[in-house]
T-cell receptor, first 115, second 110 residues
Framework: NAGVMQNPRHLVRRRGQEARLRCSPM?????VYWYRQLPEEGLKFMVY????????ESGMPKERFSAEFPKEGPSILRIQQVVRGDSAAYFC?????????????FGSGTQLSVL | DAKTTQPTSMDCAEGRAANLPCNHS???????VYWYRQIHSQGPQYIIH???NNETNEMASLIITEDRKSSTLILPHATLRDTAVYYC???????????FGAGTRLTVKP
């Protein structure tokens, strides 16, 4: 039973390029969460999605960042026109039901480096 | 969500119990206490959670004080692989934002 799969594991982009981060939740999970972790800091919530719907994007920067979780395929976190400050580890988590009394399963993350 | 306070770092001898404290003095009656850990360069891993009663699973035990203002995570027989940052989180059920603080960096030494 595969866990949460994220790819790529490492992503290098130059300033101004686009970054696409993918997340496949655990089998049977229809709820996905994205977190960002800056060096030596804790994880910060970005967005919560259910299949085809964004439920809560209160932690997502208003510009350049978007997320989707289509009916088929992985969840995508998209960062347009990346800047050096976007360099961070991006973690995806999934859960079987919504964020009630439910634990989250995390992927291994994507380390984004912006040159 | 209530704020938590944890020591920045702790050491533990291999094979001994590791007791990680967490203060959450402003916790509300409907907020759960969750513990996760993050081993270097990996995603966080769920350990245990509880509301009022003490909980135990294959990984750890969670002791919550009667007034719920603090809790302790116990790893009964720490191994070198338990070296990680341990996060104590309190959150309301149905809250999407599980807020990770700085956590406690536990180092298990031979």
């Amino acid at each position: 039973n595969a866990g949460v799969m994220q790819n790529p594991r490492h992503l290098v982009r130059r300033r101004g390029q686009e970054a696409r981060l993918r997340c496949s939740p655990m089998k049977g999970h229809s709820h996905v969460y994205w977190y960002r972790q800056l060096p030596e800091e804790g994880l910060k919530f970005m967005v919560y999605l259910q299949k085809e719907n964004i439920i809560d994007e209160s932690g997502m920067p208003k510009e350049r960042f978007s997320a989707e979780f289509p009916k088929e395929g992985p969840s995508i976190l998209r960062i347009q026109q990346v800047v050096r400050g976007d360099s961070a580890a991006y973690f995806c988590a999934s859960s079987r039901t919504g964020p009630t009394n439910e634990k989250l399963f995390f992927g291994s993350g994507t380390q984004l480096s912006v040159l | 969500d209530a704020k938590t306070t944890q020591p920045t770092s702790m050491d533990c001898a291999e094979g001994r119990a590791a007791n990680l404290p967490c203060n959450h003095s402003t916790i509300s009656g409907n907020e759960y206490v969750y513990w996760y850990r993050q081993i270097h360069s990996q995603g966080p891993q769920y350990i245990i959670h509880g509301l009022k009663n003490n909980e135990t699973n294959e990984m750890a035990s969670l002791i919550i004080t009667e007034d719920r203002k603090s809790s302790t995570l116990i790893l009964p027989h720490a191994t070198l692989r338990d070296t990680a940052v341990y996060y104590c989180i309190v959150r309301v059920a149905n809250n999407n934002d599980m807020r990770f603080g700085a956590g406690t960096r536990l180092t298990v030494k031979p």
